[in-house]
């Protein structure tokens, strides 16, 4: 259930992280550590989505379940 819970927070996370940099007036304004800063948010929003929606779905299973 945990692994579920942070999925959705993933995607969530990850969405607004898209939808703010879509709306976003003008990409690259301002000094070079902020648009670097930009543009790794650009590229860890995506990996955000898909692992958090592969949690979301499969739920990851838990150590506890799993035998050994």
């Given at each position: ?7 959705a ?42 692992v ?17």
């Amino acid at each position: 259930m945990r692994n579920r819970i942070f999925g959705a927070i993933g995607v969530v996370w990850g969405g607004l992280l898209l939808l703010g940099r879509l709306a976003s007036d003008r990409p690259g304004d301002g000094p070079a550590a902020y648009t670097a800063g930009q543009t790794a948010a650009l590229i860890f929003a995506p990996l955000l989505l898909v692992v958090g929606f592969f949690y979301l779905i499969t739920g990851g299973g838990s150590a506890r379940t799993r035998s050994s």
